[in-house]
């Protein structure tokens, strides 16, 4: 944890998970995808699949929300959860099937798109996270992605070496999750993690929520790898 | 079903619900607390401590939406199980606050309120037929709030013995629930079951969707009773 | 938290979860229907609906412990849950039928009992924290129940004025709820719900744990209540 | 559907289920792992990782089985699920361990193999089927590893290109489950969801009780396979 300090304070619970698995972080954070992202060079079925899969995704996604406003434990929380679910249905998702009509890919297109096992993994992992455990076990399964993604874009806006602007065909990818609406996204979330630690005794339960967040960081890894896969295979 | 068949049509799988449990809707939608704000003499501390309860009521009925969320197969169905639990949470909850500050009860003091037994059986039966059974058997559940009021709201209104206007204390509850926006929210609570039974097989399951419910209906009798046994004691 | 050291040693978590609710628990284990039971004054009736509802609550108790193998964390808390899953389904349920037979009720009969409020408040209560929160929060919502009838069971026998033999019609209930097998099985409860809020930040959560052990309590009360107000219908 | 009608009889609501997805139930039955196993000729460290797996996998099926006691509708479906997390964790979890320690493999160890992608994309999806729907749609999601498993052994045994004995070092996986402890359960299962079927609208959910089906076996596929990209890695 180095460049995104802003985003992810030092001593913050997040923080500390990041710094439990940094080997995974970097895995997640720094894979060829994200790389192919920044310079351009990633192939075109390869995001294009991204694409559909995270349309799948953001299914789960909104279903993980929709499960932490049932478990959350009073009104402050119950409506930030609450408010993700609408910002995700409502939102996420419409821009989305925008953009992805932009590439020529219809939402009943991407509705039709089996499922691939590397999204399975990683929302239903969630999901059991979520029912399993409380909500700040719930919440150590999302911070991966929604926590990483602000990383990523934090660092590949910070780096000189990202190419930026119409020349890249990603750069909108670039601009959203390095943009001060996502930011700020990724800060109510580290900080409410931090909140739902204290109240819940994340000191005590370090390790198990570690081990929660290396693995959902892992499948993370399993999900661009997904992308590069597909592309390969076609 | 007699006098409101406009809201919950013959042959609806609502209808057939309330069918198989005549005795259990009658003494419930013409229960006593109901007759008592339809010519205003229900006791004040009757009505001061259902609204409090319905404070909690209504936190853990977004909870049960949340769940539907969760539960639901298509987006359809999630986006509209979500947009309930914003009403709930960002529109009806403040409502609600304001009504009761109208009172003078604040939301500080409903939220310090002990939660009457008879609101724990209710809510949290609805919750767990959700976990239980499928998004059918969670609707199954809390359909007798939802159609119930609706059902006492139209047959107050047109009944001419009703006492409306400032004379009646309970008038404004009596025309939240026979008015235009909250019959809507019923017709289309109707019919989204009537999609749901025939997707989810409602036909081979009417024994056990009715038995559900009934017990459900049985609930709302106690959550009325509720409020006439604290006047008494009181 | 006086007469039943040895079952739940002082400075346990169960007994501070005890001494954070003593009125509650009070209400609870020095209940009008227990001291029937001591001194063989309380009516049958009120006992045989008890045993009617308890048929009821025993099923909804082994489904609470099965949603503990689930949320368990390791092997062992897996295994010892699904013990008392099976030794509730196969054994507590096969006693209480044939203790019920001896006194006229047959299992069908009590299968069609319609489940009491108080049952379903209870039951559905602690279902629900067991869903919202973690393992944690679902033995504390369980622990009124399981420590409180061994704590009672402890107090009848301690106390000279409990009428003891045939001459008390409840002498079985008081000799099992005392006796040796019982009471293992609450010091390992005890010892279980130690061992977990040490893993899973007990200290840092007391507040919500001590506010769902007094609900359950207060909603043993209403059990307890339960069969008297039944009796007095009758 | 033809080498396993005694064990899936025609026209049983599985058998229907796996006629709706042959391409993937074939993918499934016939992998190349599977074919491996019958001439003996798989990898031993394609084996070896399987059974390193299939440890975790286990305690993720013995919490399904669990899910299922509790959504399960009357005791008769509670305990036969019951019985099944007892048989999982009290007999078939020390039957691995001891079979897996034969072949040098410890406890200790497999416990602490991280869980492959592969298997938490099944084993995850089968316990959010469980949450979503209810128990006729988790049995839908366990079944192509229930049934598959049995018709794989009955297929196998009934080939004379399998290779049996001593000079097959899978031989003893051939035997168990083909053995008639197997077609025991599988015949069961087969049972069970019939009634579960009839009893909960299984035709008029077929199609998306398929969908669930056919998405299991697939996963199944990815279970197989990761056992064979292991030993590639390697």
Not at 16 to 32: G, K, Q, V
Not at 77 to 88: G, I, N, P, W, Y
Request: with cysteine; aromatic share 10%; hydrophobic share 45%.
């Amino acid at each position: 944890m180095t460049d995104s300090t802003d985003l992810v304070p030092a001593g913050s619970f997040c923080a500390r998970l990041i710094d439990a698995c940094t080997a995974s972080w970097d895995a997640y954070t720094r894979h060829p995808f994200v790389a192919g992202m920044a310079d351009g060079a990633l192939p075109q079925p390869a995001f294009r699949y991204y694409l559909q899969q995270d349309y799948l995704f953001l299914i789960h996604f909104a279903r993980a929300y929709a499960l932490a406003v049932y478990k959350a434990d009073d009104l402050e929380d119950m409506r930030s959860a609450a408010a993700t679910v609408s910002a995700l249905l409502d939102t996420e998702m419409k821009l989305h099937v925008q953009y992805c009509a932009g590439l020529g890919m219809t939402e009943a297109a991407m509705a039709a798109v089996p499922e691939d096992p590397a999204c399975v993994a990683y929302t239903r992992f969630v999901l059991d996270r979520g029912h399993s455990g409380d909500l700040l076990d719930l919440y150590a399964a999302l911070a991966p992605c929604v926590i990483g993604y602000g990383v990523i874009g934090a660092r590949l806006v910070a780096d000189p070496a990202t190419r930026r602007g119409a020349g890249n065909p990603y750069d909108a990818w670039i601009a959203m999750y390095s943009g001060e609406d996502y930011r700020a996204v990724v800060r109510k979330s580290v900080a409410q993690i931090d909140r739902l630690a204290a109240r819940r005794g994340g000191e005590a339960r370090f390790g198990s929520l570690a081990a929660t967040f290396r693995l959902a960081t892992d499948l993370e890894v399993g999900f661009w790898q997904m992308g590069l896969d597909a592309a390969a295979r076609n």
